[in-house]
């Protein structure tokens, strides 16, 4: 099938999802490049996104928080019509996280990703789920001899929730958003590396795009440039691993070339994360760097076509 057929074929088929309210065409979803985008890519996961409202979020709005939890990573999605967390930091953070989800008014969540089961990704995870009706939990099949992991596993079994291990290539509807799997390749899916394990998505909104792949390393930024090439362009990139050098590799850069990169990472945090390396990488790129280690909570916020930046402290008043 040649990639005009290909373009073809899927704009009518996302016609016929029904976009909600009809706002983007597919060509507009995807951007250039999607016919190798969607290689991969899997109708019948196609998943139609619920009815869950939401307040503070404006019609045809998207926020993305990337939420201070120290060292580790909680990044919140919002729409008008649905919420979703990626991944829920530490145990220590769990608290504060359970409190700004609640300070917006936020009861239920469409999906809760988990992208690996690393403590300082689920550690607070099992009090999300204990505090919030949560729809799916979308992870790796990959498992971790850990308490916090067990704790987790254990809070799933008593919410009843659906689990989904993503293949790479399925998509999802969030509000009039979407989001793609863009990771683990089912190879690198293994218990003696579980930040290869990870699950990454690029998340579409409009114009607007993000890239974000909790832990994954090169080898799995690898993976994905061979899988999608330039469809893994965006403007934000949330650079892998706490902005390790093992992660945010030149290759990779290369092919997301974003505007901005968001680094999750705490303060004099022992890793030394952001490593020099990927600074100077970001920096030779010109690449606007947000990181929650200097400026606390950042919130990016997409209207289908630009970009807005804006900092929160952590008691939700605004930071500038
Ligand atoms: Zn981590």
């Known amino acids: 099938m040649n990639k005009r057929v290909k373009k073809l074929l899927f704009a009518i088929l996302f016609c016929c999802l029904a976009v909600p309210g009809g706002m983007y065409g597919a060509t507009e979803f995807f951007g250039e490049g999607f016919g190798e985008w969607m290689i991969g890519y899997q109708p019948g996961r196609v998943t139609q996104s619920g009815g869950m409202a939401s307040s503070s ?26 919420d979703m967390v990626i991944d829920c930091g530490d145990k220590g953070s769990a608290d504060e996280v359970v409190e700004y989800l609640r300070s917006q008014g936020i009861h239920e969540l469409e999906y809760l990703i988990l992208t690996h089961p690393d403590s300082d990704h689920i550690g607070g995870a099992d009090e999300v789920l204990a505090a919030f009706e949560v729809e799916r939990v979308l992870m790796p099949d990959v498992g971790n001899d850990t308490k916090a992991y067990a704790e987790v596993l254990k809070q799933i079994e008593e919410n009843e929730v659906v689990v989904e291990h993503p293949d790479v290539g399925d998509s999802y ?44 390393e090169e080898e799995s930024e690898q993976a994905m440039v061979e899988r999608f090439g330039n469809a893994l362009e965006c403007d934000v990139l949330k650079c892998g691993h706490h902005g390790s050098s093992t992660a945010t590799s030149a290759e990779f850069l290369k092919v997301t070339d974003p505007t901005w990169a968001v680094i999750s990472c705490g303060k004099d945090n022992p890793y030394g994360h952001p490593h020099a390396e990927v600074m100077a990488a970001l920096e030779d790129d010109d690449v606007q760097v ?18 807005k930046w804006r900092g929160l402290q952590f008691d939700g008043s605004q930071k500038y």
């Open 57 to 82: 979020v404006t019609e045809g709005e998207m926020q993305v928080i990337f939420l201070d939890v120290g060292q580790g990573d909680c990044t919140v999605v919002r729409t008008k019509k649905a």
């Open 290 to 307: 947000y990181r929650t280690d200097c400026q606390g909570t950042v919130i990016a916020i997409s209207n289908g076509k630009e970009l």
């Open 173 to 216: 509807l969030l509000g009039d958003a979407m989001f793609w799997i863009l990771c683990p390749d089912p190879e690198l899916v293994r218990e003696s590396d579980l930040n290869g394990s990870s699950v990454g998505i690029k998340l579409v909104h409009g114009e607007n795009s993000f890239v974000m792949c909790g832990d994954a």
